[in-house]
């Protein structure tokens, strides 16, 4: 990050900024502009104040007029409760847009993720970036939330300046009487000009020391965020009940507490960020708020001096010190914005790097108009998942033809998963073809294609919603198809335990009446959700992986039963699951090696040979049958 930001010029940091500020404004216009209101009225209201007391204490110094001190405390305290209103009006505004602005800029991340193709939301390189910024947001606060508060500081302390400008244009331009002795070098235009700039001197010396100590902290961003992940990990394993047991056999806790507790860790007394308070960082902070100081000395200098040899009135000094202290405020600011803003344009370079990404899958015009005879065919079909040389497939040829039973069997890695996900348009083949009744299928909606499958993935997914809406995979659904659909899949025996039936919530995620659900449960809500959907083609990617062996072929020839118009396709480690299939393709190592019936795969030497006498065991008394 370091390098990262070494490399950011200002023209790319203004850009990215600017870029960033109109993505959050296009998004969020009423957080932005709830913002931007407040900090600008937040800005220019201080003047009223100042300007009126200059007012009330130069006519008490002066005049002492009865009648221009009433009226100056009244328009005073008009003006004081007229502020105050507005400023309780905007912040509501402000507090009300901004309520849960973690989330809304957490979710503009989310809905970029779901609108990528699944091979892009597959791929390593997405989630590394993904987390990169994560990790870079919640450790420094760099990125997106930054440039919020970046915009809306800019803006206030613009309009501080403004507001300094107006109300301390006229103490230069005082001149002192000609009889003020050696007072009048005051008037002569070189002192004006050296008294401006040794005070914008000072003024950008503050912040520049301020910029250079928060740089340490963004040079050391990795650092920071791999503390924040050690934390965030060992941190919090005592509160998760999945690892309470091992945490206690094994005493893991001494781990948890080696790496939280660690002096020499991140965020530890002897740690590098400590290193970093105690020595430049601390120091930089330190000469900044001493740099401050001294200008305060020049400011009340010059201007003492000024009203000393009679330019103003003593009402004038309090105007002009309070002024030329908030228009100090505002340069150093706007200066200690910018550098904090070319800071944290490294942190959003991934960002638009990521929200850049453009879904890769070309989605064609024709729609899938099936016809009961239909067919899919892989020809010559190899894959190579995403930043790899091997092949995950390699030339594929086979036909899947309307109300077949398939089942797909091979070991571990030997490319089941992936023939199935290139069969779902998952990912695009990276060499060869494959067609659905003759016609690629890359020349149908994506969309239109994928609904004519209905798929229980091996890592499928149950959310913390209501029963039903798990089950139809949407808000509103038929009920009573619903509790069809989970009386065929084996479900109803505990649904009829649940006084709230298909409204029941899953899991206490978000409602503490949560229900929670076994492994096997879990398998069979998932082979519910496949009946709801009703598609054309049912694959089965060993979804029964929790149950054993005897209940898993119980589930598969239950299922079989239920699908009977449809095409089906099971994929299982447990061969025995797969004998009702008439078909069974064997992959081993990527490649289809092996296809037939289970009597004529068994009946000869070869893979499925082999993987069947392997697992004998478990089913010797069907395979006597």
Same mark, same amino acid.
């Given at each position: 990050?370091?390098?990262?930001?070494?490399?950011?010029?200002?023209?790319?940091?203004?850009?990215?900024?600017?870029?960033?500020?109109?993505?959050?404004?296009?998004?969020?216009?009423?957080?932005?502009? @709830?913002?931007?209101?407040?900090?600008?009225?937040?800005?220019?209201?201080?003047?009223?104040?100042?300007?009126?007391?200059?007012?009330?204490?130069?006519?008490? *110094?002066?005049?002492?007029?009865?009648?221009?001190?009433?009226?100056?405390?009244?328009?005073?305290?008009?003006?004081?409760?007229?502020?105050?209103?507005? @400023?309780?009006?905007?912040?509501?505004?402000?507090?009300? $847009?901004?309520?849960?602005?973690?989330?809304?800029?957490?979710?503009?991340?989310?809905?970029?993720?779901?609108?990528?193709?699944?091979?892009?939301?597959?791929?390593?390189?997405?989630?590394?970036?993904?987390?990169?910024?994560?990790?870079?947001?919640?450790?420094?606060?760099?990125?997106?939330?930054?440039?919020?508060?970046?915009?809306?500081?800019?803006?206030?302390?613009?309009?501080?300046?403004?507001?300094?400008?107006?109300?301390?244009?006229?103490?230069?331009?005082?001149?002192?009487?000609?009889?003020?002795? @050696?007072?009048?070098?005051?008037?002569?235009?070189?002192?004006?000009?050296?008294?401006?700039?040794?005070?914008?001197?000072?003024?950008?010396?503050?912040? $520049?020391?301020?910029?250079?100590?928060?740089?340490?902290?963004?040079?050391?961003?990795?650092?920071?965020?791999?503390?924040?992940?050690?934390?965030?990990?060992?941190?919090?394993?005592?509160?998760?009940?999945?690892?309470?047991?091992?945490?206690?056999?094994?005493?893991?806790?001494?781990?948890?507490?080696?790496?939280?507790?660690?002096?020499?860790?991140?965020?530890?007394?002897?740690?590098?960020?400590?290193?970093?308070?105690?020595?430049?960082?601390?120091?930089?902070?330190?000469?900044?708020?001493?740099? @401050?100081?001294?200008?305060?000395?020049? $400011?009340?200098?010059?201007?003492?001096?000024?009203?000393? *040899?009679?330019?103003?009135?003593?009402?004038?000094?309090?105007?002009?010190?309070?002024?030329?202290?908030?228009?100090?405020?505002?340069?150093?600011?706007?200066?200690?914005?910018?550098?904090?803003?070319?800071?944290?344009?490294?942190?959003?370079?991934?960002?638009?790097?990521?929200?850049?990404? $453009?879904?890769?899958?070309?989605?064609?015009?024709?729609?899938?108009?099936?016809?009961?005879?239909?067919?899919?065919?892989?020809?010559?079909?190899?894959?190579?998942?995403?930043?790899?040389?091997?092949?995950?497939?390699?030339?594929?040829?086979?036909?899947?033809?309307?109300?077949?039973?398939?089942?797909?069997?091979?070991?571990?890695?030997?490319?089941?998963?992936?023939?199935?996900?290139?069969?779902?348009?998952?990912?695009?083949?990276?060499?060869?073809?494959?067609?659905?009744?003759?016609?690629?299928?890359?020349?149908?909606?994506?969309?239109?294609?994928?609904?004519?499958?209905?798929?229980?993935?091996?890592?499928?997914?149950?959310?913390?919603?209501?029963?039903?809406?798990?089950?139809?995979?949407?808000?509103?659904?038929?009920?009573?198809?619903?509790?069809?659909?989970?009386?065929?899949?084996?479900?109803?025996?505990?649904?009829?335990?649940?006084?709230?039936?298909?409204?029941?919530?899953?899991?206490?995620?978000?409602?503490?009446?949560?229900?929670?659900?076994?492994?096997?449960?879990?398998?069979?809500?998932?082979?519910?959700?496949?009946?709801?959907?009703?598609?054309?083609?049912?694959?089965?990617?060993?979804?029964?992986?929790?149950?054993?062996?005897?209940?898993?072929?119980?589930?598969?020839?239950?299922?079989?039963?239920?699908?009977?118009?449809?095409?089906?396709?099971?994929?299982?480690?447990?061969?025995?699951?797969?004998?009702?299939?008439?078909?069974?393709?064997?992959?081993?190592?990527?490649?289809?090696?092996?296809?037939?019936?289970?009597?004529?795969?068994?009946?000869?030497?070869?893979?499925?040979?082999?993987?069947?006498?392997?697992?004998?065991?478990?089913?010797?008394?069907?395979?006597?049958?």
């Amino acid at each position: 990050m370091e390098k990262e930001r070494k490399d950011v010029s200002l023209r790319e940091a203004f850009s990215l900024n600017l870029r960033a500020f109109r993505l959050l404004r296009r998004h969020f216009p009423a957080l932005m502009a @709830s913002r931007l209101v407040l900090s600008v009225w937040s800005a220019l209201t201080p003047y009223a104040g100042i300007y009126l007391s200059a007012r009330i204490i130069g006519e008490l *110094a002066g005049n002492r007029d009865a009648r221009t001190l009433v009226l100056l405390a009244v328009v005073t305290l008009a003006a004081e409760a007229l502020i105050s209103l507005g @400023s309780a009006l905007l912040t509501k505004w402000r507090d009300s $847009a901004c309520a849960g602005q973690y989330f809304q800029v957490h979710h503009l991340l989310a809905k970029k993720m779901l609108e990528l193709d699944f091979a892009q939301a597959d791929d390593p390189r997405t989630h590394a970036l993904l987390s990169l910024i994560r990790q870079n947001r919640n450790g420094g606060g760099w990125g997106l939330d930054r440039v919020i508060r970046n915009m809306e500081r800019v803006l206030s302390y613009v309009f501080t300046l403004l507001g300094g400008l107006t109300l301390t244009a006229t103490l230069f331009a005082s001149r002192v009487p000609e009889n003020a002795g @050696s007072l009048s070098f005051l008037n002569h235009p070189l002192c004006s000009l050296a008294a401006a700039g040794l005070m914008l001197a000072v003024t950008l010396l503050a912040p $520049a020391l301020a910029v250079r100590a928060d740089g340490y902290f963004a040079r050391r961003a990795g650092d920071h965020n791999l503390g924040n992940r050690l934390f965030g990990f060992y941190g919090w394993l005592g509160y998760e009940p999945r690892y309470a047991a091992d945490m206690r056999i094994y005493r893991q806790d001494r781990l948890c507490d080696k790496y939280n507790s660690d002096k020499k860790g991140t965020f530890g007394s002897q740690g590098a960020f400590a290193h970093l308070a105690r020595g430049p960082v601390g120091l930089c902070r330190a000469a900044s708020a001493a740099v @401050s100081a001294l200008f305060t000395l020049l $400011a009340y200098a010059f201007v003492c001096l000024k009203a000393w *040899a009679g330019a103003f009135g003593v009402g004038e000094v309090t105007q002009y010190i309070a002024a030329i202290t908030k228009l100090s405020g505002g340069i150093s600011g706007l200066a200690g914005e910018w550098g904090d803003m070319r800071n944290n344009a490294a942190f959003l370079r991934p960002v638009f790097e990521f929200l850049d990404l $453009a879904p890769e899958h070309r989605d064609g015009a024709a729609r899938t108009a099936l016809t009961g005879q239909d067919t899919i065919e892989f020809r010559h079909v190899s894959f190579r998942y995403p930043g790899t040389e091997a092949y995950a497939l390699r030339d594929v040829n086979l036909t899947i033809r309307a109300g077949q039973r398939l089942a797909v069997v091979g070991q571990n890695g030997s490319g089941k998963t992936t023939f199935i996900k290139l069969l779902c348009r998952l990912y695009d083949p990276t060499e060869g073809q494959i067609l659905l009744n003759g016609r690629g299928i890359r020349e149908y909606d994506t969309d239109e294609y994928m609904k004519l499958f209905s798929v229980v993935f091996q890592d499928f997914r149950l959310f913390a919603w209501p029963l039903g809406q798990n089950v139809a995979a949407k808000e509103d659904y038929d009920k009573a198809l619903v509790e069809t659909c989970l009386e065929k899949a084996g479900f109803a025996e505990r649904l009829s335990q649940w006084p709230k039936g298909t409204e029941t919530w899953l899991y206490k995620n978000i409602s503490p009446e949560g229900v929670d659900v076994s492994g096997g449960e879990a398998q069979k809500l998932a082979l519910a959700r496949t009946l709801y959907k009703s598609a054309p083609f049912v694959i089965l990617d060993e979804p029964t992986a929790a149950l054993d062996p005897l209940a898993e072929a119980d589930v598969y020839s239950r299922f079989n039963d239920l699908i009977s118009g449809n095409t089906a396709i099971y994929i299982s480690h447990r061969l025995s699951s797969c004998r009702f299939c008439g078909d069974i393709l064997v992959f081993h190592e990527g490649k289809v090696v092996q296809r037939g019936s289970h009597e004529e795969l068994t009946a000869k030497e070869g893979k499925y040979a082999e993987l069947w006498n392997a697992q004998a065991q478990y089913y010797r008394e069907s395979a006597s049958t």
